[in-house]
């Protein structure tokens, strides 16, 4: 899944999904809390972790509810909070889905949000939080760090 695109929650807490997008998560999906590492540490928008929300395709959420369910106890107990904040993407006709106000407390999602195609699933940024987080990722830098890393 590739692409970024702004969007705005409105009132109800729905957000629109991109149409390219849709297609690939499919009817069904699932949305849940995510962190992800900053690549610079000294970067003042990202102590560390920085929180966003993914939505997987329901083929997706499958591999990865039965990577959870061949784990040990312990492990499952660890990773709980994703499954109880997951909550169902239920596209409306209008091509949105609601993003439970749990959901977007947890990401910090306010107005502004940036949705992101992020290969495996499509994430959901606060706007500012994902400016900091592009600027970091996007230095040339990085990029030819990261064509390295792949022997491109």
Same mark, same amino acid.
């Given at each position: 899944m590739t692409g970024i695109v702004k969007h705005t929650i409105?009132? &109800?807490? #729905?957000?629109?999904?991109p149409s390219r997008l849709r297609d690939e998560l499919g009817d069904n999906f699932h949305i849940t809390i995510s962190a992800e590492k900053a690549r610079d540490p000294d970067a003042p928008e990202? &102590?560390?972790?920085?929180k966003c929300l993914s939505?997987?395709?329901n083929e997706s959420w499958t591999v990865f509810r039965e990577k959870f369910n061949a784990m040990p106890r312990d492990d499952k107990n660890r990773m709980r909070p994703l499954f109880a904040h997951a909550s169902p993407g239920v596209l409306d006709g209008q091509g949105r889905i609601l993003l439970t106000p749990v959901l977007r407390e947890?990401?910090?999602? &306010? #107005?502004d949000v940036m949705?992101?195609?992020?290969g495996d699933?499509?994430?959901f940024w606060d706007s500012e939080t994902w400016a900091g987080i592009d600027t970091?990722?996007?230095?040339?830098?990085?990029?030819?760090?990261i064509y390295r890393e792949m022997n491109f």
């Open positions: 409105d009132a &109800k807490g #729905r957000i629109h999904i990202a &102590k560390g972790m920085v939505a997987f395709s947890w990401a910090d999602l &306010k #107005r949705v992101v195609g992020a699933c499509v994430q970091i990722e996007s230095t040339p830098e990085n990029i030819a760090d």
